[in-house]
């Protein structure tokens, strides 16, 4: 191999990347990927001692975009050395350990947002700026300024400049979703999108924060130590993430890193990662920089979420409703322990918003067990070309209905991917319960037993079963046991089982709380249904669409006859002042019970069980290995009750 011509590649594609992550916002390839490329210039430059002068090797980034004003910082920022392992981070312990012995270190959140600075003169806010390229970046002052929580005015009257990360929290970006007219799907992308958003109004409209980590620059003082300048920033009203931990010995640290990478999905916001710092400034001078980063920082990368693959081609399912819904078929890629080789597109809206091409290379992104999806193009060739728009119904052949960004087959009745996949959704574990029935036998059971709906299971007998394919005296005595036993649901269950567009567990157990019985649920208006918290008017309208169709009311009738029996939650409820009437979230790993029989419980005493603390929540309950809700609990000052106090309340 030429080492020089590959030396001359490699840069020419880095400074093409850094082009587009930095100044674009619009990275062409994952940065697990980048990584690589990037550690074989630096292994080829070390091998022939050659560093050419446009290496990327020897500054932090690239160019500036125009559309800012530029901002040159008072002192470089530094990007960070990274290890993908313990062997690599042990490694540059023991490097320091050599010189300095066993020092302390600080352990941080690695965040995944959008680094900035902010600089102060006589204690009032004078400028912003995005990193860029370590040396110039882009004032965004105006669009800072719409982030309440970043101080106009500090206490400190010398000229300091401060760095953090701004982000997007990730329920702030679910709450912009419910009303956006074009959701966003990634909170990293979204904040970098609003700081660099010529109109400040969507800076705005994004609700971001931002959290600080370090002091760049500062005249009239100096700190000793990393913790001195924590201090400092706390002392100056900057809003900062309640994690910090200090730890000596490498095998802590590791402890506190396997922490953070099982608790980081409880997370409100994005981390990508964890980051370590000599914690004396002074052994932190004697260690120094290089010219891209500091030697007395690391940051220790997680498995990747985010990678890219190529699209080989687009299949269409079709659900319950009708809805078709376009699956990307990619080659395969390791991505967060699993093999991808399909991921969602949404819609075919989402595929024209997001350029999706075949041949194209896409990113997909997998985080802590969703459905994986592509989240957007990263290169097109010549060998692309548009995804084909179905016509007709891949499953029936019925002509499509488009309806906004959605595909439609309105063979509701007929179609046989919407038949089987309304009779799974009637027998899965939240609904109706019905154990052994897989997507397979749903589809030999229609074929062969004519099974059109869920009340046809109701008419399959022990000796039709046999007659199939793989089903053993044993098997088809068991199913049909469970298709007996599914006779006796909770009114819950069943709501959610009749699969009402829009109806999820949630609202099917705050229906079933407010109708004593299925006849008055049959009977309710629109205005009777919107009184519930969470049911707007479309889901109501979903609602009484239903219970007015006439198939629907043949079908409820159906399975009354063949012995179908309610059993509906009591309606006095249990009085009890310690949790009736409040709002409560649950957090850690409780030794007594599984989180659905303490929400099934806490709810029977009328109290209201939500997945996030907040201002509203009135008590946290807390089990083992709790996170960042206890962290907020304790924020906001929300009543703690740990599970020996809930087993003696609960007496």
């Not at 916001?269 to 920089?289: A, P, T, Y």
């Not at 016509?391 to 089987?420: D, H, M, R």
């Not at 629907?552 to 159906?558: R, T, W």
């Amino acid at each position: 191999m030429d080492k020089i011509k590959r030396i001359k590649e490699l840069i020419t594609l880095i400074n093409k990347l850094n082009y587009h992550y930095y100044v674009l916002d619009d990275p062409l390839i994952a940065d697990r990927e980048y990584d690589f490329i990037y550690d074989e210039l630096v292994n080829l430059e070390k091998e022939t001692g050659i560093v050419l002068p446009d290496s990327p090797t020897k500054q932090v980034g690239d160019t500036v975009l125009e559309g800012f004003k530029k901002h040159t910082h008072i002192a470089k920022l530094y990007s960070l050395d990274k290890c993908n392992n313990f062997q690599e981070l042990e490694s540059w312990i023991n490097g320091i350990k050599k010189d300095f012995g066993d020092i302390d270190y600080s352990v941080e959140y690695k965040y995944d947002g959008l680094k900035m600075t902010i600089t102060y003169e006589n204690g009032e806010l004078i400028c912003a700026a995005t990193r860029g390229n370590g040396y110039v970046g882009e004032d965004v002052t105006n669009q800072v300024l719409t982030i309440k929580s970043v101080p106009l005015r500090i206490p400190y009257k010398g000229k300091v400049v401060v760095e953090g990360e701004a982000m997007m929290k990730l329920s702030v970006l679910n709450e912009y979703n419910k009303t956006a007219l074009e959701p966003l799907k990634n909170a990293r992308n979204a904040a970098a999108g609003a700081i660099r958003n010529l109109d400040p109004k969507v800076t705005g409209s994004r609700n971001l924060s931002m959290f600080f980590y370090g002091v760049p620059y500062i005249e009239g003082k100096k700190f000793d130590t990393y913790l001195e300048m924590i201090q400092f920033l706390k002392d100056n009203d900057f809003p900062m993430y309640d994690y910090l931990k200090m730890e000596k010995s490498v095998s802590k640290i590791e402890e506190l890193i396997d922490e953070i990478d099982k608790d980081k999905k409880n997370l409100d916001i994005l981390i990508d990662g964890v980051v370590i710092k000599v914690n004396d400034f002074k052994i932190r001078e004697k260690l120094g920089v290089t010219a891209k980063f500091p030697k007395w920082a690391v940051g220790y990368k997680f498995e990747a979420q985010e990678l890219t693959t190529k699209l080989n081609q687009v299949v269409w399912q079709v659900g319950r409703t009708g809805k078709l819904t376009p699956i990307a078929e990619v080659d395969p890629v390791e991505l967060a322990g699993a093999t991808i080789k399909r991921a969602t597109l949404n819609n075919y809206g989402d595929i024209l918003r997001k350029g999706v091409k075949i041949n194209s290379k896409v990113f997909v992104r997998r985080s802590n067990e969703v459905i994986p999806e592509i989240l957007k193009v990263a290169t097109v060739d010549e060998s692309c070309y548009d995804v084909p728009k179905p016509t007709v119904c891949p499953s029936c052949g019925e002509l499509l209905v488009e309806e906004g960004a959605n595909l439609f087959c309105t063979n509701y009745y007929g179609c046989p991917e919407q038949i089987e996949d309304r009779i799974n959704h009637y027998c899965q574990r939240n609904a109706m319960n019905i154990e052994g029935i897989s997507g397979k036998t749903i589809t030999m059971l229609r074929k062969n037993l004519n099974v059109k709906s869920v009340l046809d299971l109701y008419s399959i007998k022990k000796e039709d079963l046999l007659r199939l394919e793989k089903f053993a005296e044993k098997k088809a005595e068991k199913l049909i046991n469970q298709i007996e036993r599914s006779k006796n649901p909770k009114f819950a269950n069943f709501i959610f089982a009749l699969g009402i567009n829009g109806v999820g567990e949630k609202t099917a157990k705050d229906l079933a709380k407010h109708f004593a019985t299925l006849d008055d649920l049959k009977s309710a208006n629109l205005e009777d249904l919107t009184q519930i918290d969470e049911v707007g008017l479309i889901i109501a309208q979903n609602i009484y669409d239903y219970f007015n169709d006439e198939k629907n009311i043949d079908l409820l009738s159906g399975l009354a006859s063949v012995g179908l029996n309610i059993e509906y939650p009591t309606q006095e409820i249990t009085q009890n002042t310690t949790f009736t009437g409040k709002t409560i979230v649950l957090t850690g790993d409780l030794e007594n019970f599984t989180r659905s029989e303490l929400t099934a419980t806490l709810e029977s005493y009328g109290a209201k069980v939500t997945s996030s603390v907040s201002k509203k929540t009135d008590l946290v309950i807390v089990g083992e290995n709790a996170g960042s809700k206890l962290n907020k609990a304790k924020e906001l000052g929300v009543q703690i009750m740990y599970e020996p106090e809930l087993l003696e309340k609960l007496k």
